[in-house]
C-alpha cells in the first residue's frame, strides 16, 4: 500500500464548476499537508499549506485535512482554464521528507 | 516563499555523458533538496543536499551516478553520471524554509538521452 493515494483522473469538469481533489494517506505521524499545482514541462507550484487538522481558504481555493480519516481535499471554486494543471498532494512528518500523491490531472473545459 | 532557479533548463544529451545541474536561490536556506520526475510520474526524491558534508541520498540512488555539490546555503549542482536513455526525466530542487514545514520548487531540467 502506497503512503499516499490519489486518483490520478483525468478529471474534467465545466469552467465554472467547483473542481474537488483529494488524497489519504495511512501514516498518522504526517503533521503538514500541501497542494502542489504543476503545469505541463514546469516545476509544481505551492498552492495551499496546512498543519494539522482544519480548513484554510484562499481565494478560490480550499484545503480541508481531516486528521481522524487521513483525507485531505482542495476545492478549486469557479474554476477556469487556467486551472488545467496537474494537482499534486504532499504529506510530511517533522524533520521528514516530503511524500507525494500520484498526482491529478484536471482539465477544465470552457 | 523562496526564488529558484535552475540551469539548464533543458537538454539533450548523447549517451554515456554526464551533465551538472545548478540550483540557485534567493536566500540562505539549511535545508535543499533534488527529485527526479519521469514522465507521467510524481516526484521522488533522489537526495538531500547538505551544506559542508555529504550528500543523503535514498534507497535507489547512488553518489557515483548522481554526485552533488552544496558548497554554501543557496547553491547546489547535481551531476547526472553516464547517462542512459532511462535517465530521461525532469530534475528539480527544493529548498525548505526554516521552519521545517512546506518545500518550494525550482522550474525543473528537462533532460533527454539519446
Known amino acids: 500500500q502506497k503512503e499516499v493515494e490519489q486518483d490520478p483522473g483525468p478529471l474534467s469538469v465545466p469552467e465554472g464548476a467547483i473542481v474537488s481533489l483529494n488524497c489519504t494517506y495511512s501514516?498518522?505521524?504526517?503533521?503538514?499537508f500541501m497542494w502542489y499545482r504543476q503545469y505541463s514541462r514546469k516545476g509544481p507550484e505551492l498552492l495551499m499549506y496546512?498543519?494539522?487538522?482544519g480548513n484554510k481558504e484562499d481565494g478560490r481555493f480550499t484545503a480541508q485535512v481531516d486528521k481522524s480519516s487521513k483525507y485531505i481535499s482542495l476545492f478549486i471554486r469557479d474554476s477556469q482554464p487556467s486551472d488545467s494543471a496537474t494537482y499534486l498532494c504532499a504529506v510530511k512528518a517533522a524533520g521528514n521528507k516530503l511524500t507525494f500523491g500520484g498526482g491529478t490531472r484536471v482539465l477544465v473545459k470552457p | 516563499s523562496a526564488v529558484i532557479s535552475q540551469k539548464p533548463s533543458r537538454d539533450i544529451c548523447q549517451r554515456g555523458t554526464s551533465l551538472t545541474i545548478q540550483c540557485q536561490v534567493d536566500s540562505q536556506v539549511t535545508m535543499m533538496f533534488w527529485y527526479r520526475q519521469q514522465p507521467g510520474q510524481s516526484l521522488t526524491l533522489i537526495a538531500t543536499a547538505n551544506q559542508g558534508s555529504e550528500a543523503t541520498y535514498e534507497s535507489g540512488f547512488v553518489i557515483d551516478k548522481f554526485p552533488i555539490s552544496r558548497p554554501n546555503l543557496t547553491f547546489s549542482t547535481l551531476t547526472v553520471s553516464n547517462m542512459s536513455p532511462e535517465d530521461s526525466s525532469i530534475y528539480l530542487c527544493s529548498v525548505e524554509p526554516t521552519d521545517g514545514g512546506t518545500q518550494y520548487f525550482g522550474p525543473g531540467t528537462r533532460l533527454l538521452v539519446l
Open positions: 501514516n498518522s505521524a504526517f503533521q503538514y
Open positions: 496546512t498543519y494539522s487538522s
